[in-house]
T-cell receptor, first 109, second 113 residues
Framework: SQQGEEDPQALSIQEGENATMNCSYK?????LQWYRQNSGRGLVHLIL?????REKHSGRLRVTLDTSKKSSSLLITASRAADTASYFC?????????FGKGTHLIIQP | GAGVSQSPSNKVTEKGKDVELRCDPI?????LYWYRQSLGQGLEFLIY????????KSGLPSDRFSAERTGGSVSTLTIQRTQQEDSAVYLC???????????FGPGTRLLVL
């Protein structure tokens, strides 16, 4: 089955810096979604980008999608301590969402 | 309005017992999904309900797992004869339709001793 793979697996940056996470997938998609998870519970939806879109913004978040390369990136600008969490990309094609293993982001004060 | 709710929050059971996990989707959402998140396996799709159609059970790991959705709203995931490898967080999500944003509940953390 197709699977999103996030890169890097872990990222530690200083507060105020930008954080970039990448996601690659294998087959065609309807859309790609990014989620955040704190402490192993409660997936919070961040952004949905459809296959015919190339870029989307939401507050400090910017998501890009390159369907030719089957990849997406999530940029968090001006990071804050509260951004510390695991971030997952999920591809939506047929049978529910297929998640990657996530990027664990740590924001150091 | 209220988000997706799940109960119980935590469940500890003995190997071999049956458990039922409940999901209340967001009102008006026609699609409901169950996922499982376990160490080493990440998040995996289990089952999908769309309206009154027959569910897509392609993700269920074994015949010990079953789910139903009554009246197109509340869903129950049942695990029979639980095994230790069933220990995981079980997450439910609902959406207004296929291909739209999925909203997740807080999950049920299941521990099989």
């Amino acid at each position: 089955s197709q699977q999103g793979e996030e890169d890097p697996q872990a990222l530690s940056i200083q507060e105020g810096e930008n954080a970039t996470m990448n996601c690659s997938y294998k087959t065609s998609i309807n859309n790609l979604q990014w989620y955040r998870q704190n402490s192993g519970r409660g997936l919070v939806h961040l952004i949905l980008i459809r296959s015919n879109e190339r870029e989307k913004h939401s507050g400090r978040l910017r998501v890009t999608l390159d369907t030719s390369k089957k990849s997406s990136s999530l940029l968090i600008t001006a990071s804050r301590a509260a951004d510390t969490a695991s971030y997952f990309c999920a591809t939506d094609w047929a049978d529910g969402l297929t998640f990657g293993k996530g990027t664990h982001l740590i924001i150091q004060p | 309005g209220a988000g997706v709710s799940q109960s119980p929050s935590n469940k500890v059971t003995e190997k071999g017992k049956d458990v039922e996990l409940r999901c209340d989707p967001i009102s008006g959402h026609t699609a409901l999904y169950w996922y499982r998140q376990s160490l080493g396996q990440g998040l995996e799709f289990l089952i999908y309900f769309q309206g009154n159609s027959a569910p897509d059970k392609s993700g269920l790991p074994s015949d010990r797992f079953s789910a139903e959705r009554t009246g197109g709203s509340v869903s129950t995931l049942t695990i029979q004869r639980t095994q230790q490898e069933d220990s995981a967080v079980y997450l439910c999500a609902s959406t207004i339709g296929r291909g739209e944003t999925q909203y997740f509940g807080p999950g049920t953390r299941l521990l099989v001793l």
